[in-house]
């Protein structure tokens, strides 16, 4: 079942990837095209239900932005809130962020289970980011604000990471830009080497949905087909976009 939630303005709703924490609209704007999106996701299945700490979401956001060193990011505000609230709900024992860069995408996920944003008690959340430098610093990143050492970043290609693991997955979540001309097309590979891993309910959150279409298409027609997963949704609060599928 292949749906769409899609705000209004999110062609105007535009963010400078060079100032990861400016306020882009006032906070009741942003929450409640989030907790949309989230509705949108419930009545697809995806969701048991909607609510989520929003003291401990600016908690996270408030640690991210005294403690991370981000040289870019192309994570929304709106983003940022939308995984945060996913990851809230849904409470992944293991989860996986692939392609992690500065960590920014990482924690946006992982700030659920670990540090001030911490709502749950997680096993292990791992970001695996291809490049070292970029993984070693992301990991000095996470260090920062969760010491307990159950979210970490290493440095791997994740299609070769996410194959090892033995764990079933909760939450995969997709980032990795990977060479030439295939670029986010590394996607399906990456889902392919956990897919079998994923159980019933799990989630796989795909970024860049709406401006990597093109280089998706063979992942977006992967997942809208109710054979692989029960049901995926474009969420598209900003120009970038997220695929979000159930299985
Ligand atoms: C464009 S960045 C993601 C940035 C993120 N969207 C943000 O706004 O912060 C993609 C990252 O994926 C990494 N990457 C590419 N192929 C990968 C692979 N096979 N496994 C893990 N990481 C990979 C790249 O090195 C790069 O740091």
């Given at each position: 079942m292949a749906l769409e939630f899609r705000a209004p303005d999110w062609n105007t709703y535009h963010m400078d990837y060079g100032k990861p924490h400016r306020q882009l609209e006032p906070p009741e704007k942003e929450i409640a095209v989030v907790d949309a999106a989230l509705n949108a996701l419930r009545e697809a299945g995806a969701l048991p239900q909607t609510s989520y700490d929003h003291a401990k979401l600016l908690a996270m956001r408030a640690a991210v932005q005294e403690h991370f060193e981000i040289p870019w990011t192309a994570i929304t505000p709106r983003m940022q809130r939308f995984l945060y609230a996913v990851n809230a709900i849904k409470q992944p024992a293991v989860m996986v962020a692939a392609g992690c860069f500065c960590g920014n995408t990482f924690i946006s996920n992982a700030g659920a289970g670990v540090g001030p944003g911490a709502c749950y008690t997680a096993r292990q959340l791992v970001g695996v980011e291809i490049k070292p430098e970029e993984a070693a610093r992301a990991e000095r990143n996470v260090r920062r604000i969760d010491p307990t050492g159950v979210a970490r970043v290493v440095a791997d290609d994740a299609v070769h990471f996410v194959a090892e693991l033995r764990e079933p997955i909760g939450i995969l979540y997709l980032d990795a830009d990977g060479t030439g001309k295939r670029g986010k097309g590394v996607y399906l590979d990456i889902l392919q080497a956990g897919y079998k891993r994923m159980p019933k309910g799990s989630l796989v959150l795909a970024h860049n949905s709406v401006n990597s279409a093109a280089q998706l298409k063979e992942y977006l027609s992967f997942v809208r087909d109710p054979v692989q997963f029960h049901a995926s949704i474009n969420v598209?609060?900003?120009?970038e976009g997220l695929e979000v599928s159930v299985r």
């Open positions: 598209i609060m900003d120009g």
